[in-house]
């Protein structure tokens, strides 16, 4: 089992930052991804950014050039940097959590964006 806990979503106005954090407890293993994907009200989960445990990342087109998704291994921590947020950002913020080789997946509880003026 994998619990991951969420925290830094908020209120923030159109062009600002927050700063997403999820730490992951409990069965790692060494090969592993962590990521991020959002839910905004009446559409489906998207996925947003991913980083391995290799270091390797990923992300969604949409926010590539804003975000930045970063890992600090020793702390089975994950971060997400948002900048120049949008109104279209908004929504619940899920951390993600995938190993290999097992395909074992678990989700967050999820964290609230909300981006308004």
């Known amino acids: 089992q994998v619990q991951l806990v969420e925290s830094g979503g908020g209120l923030v106005q159109p062009g600002g930052s927050l700063r997403l954090s999820c730490a992951a407890s409990?069965?790692?293993?060494?090969?592993?991804?962590l990521g991020w994907y959002r839910q905004a009200p009446g559409k489906q989960r998207e996925f947003v950014a991913v980083?391995?445990?290799?270091?390797?990342?990923n992300y969604a087109d949409y926010v590539k050039g804003r975000f930045t998704i970063s890992r600090d291994s020793a702390q089975n921590t994950v971060n997400l940097q948002m900048n120049s947020l949008k109104p279209d950002d908004a929504g619940v913020y899920y951390c993600?959590?995938?190993?290999?080789?097992?395909?074992?997946?678990?989700w967050g509880q999820g964290t609230q964006v909300t981006v308004s003026s």
């Open positions: 993600h959590f995938q190993s290999f080789p097992t395909w074992k997946e678990y």
């Open positions: 980083v391995t445990s290799r270091g390797s990342t």
């Open positions: 409990g069965r790692i293993g060494e090969n592993n991804r």
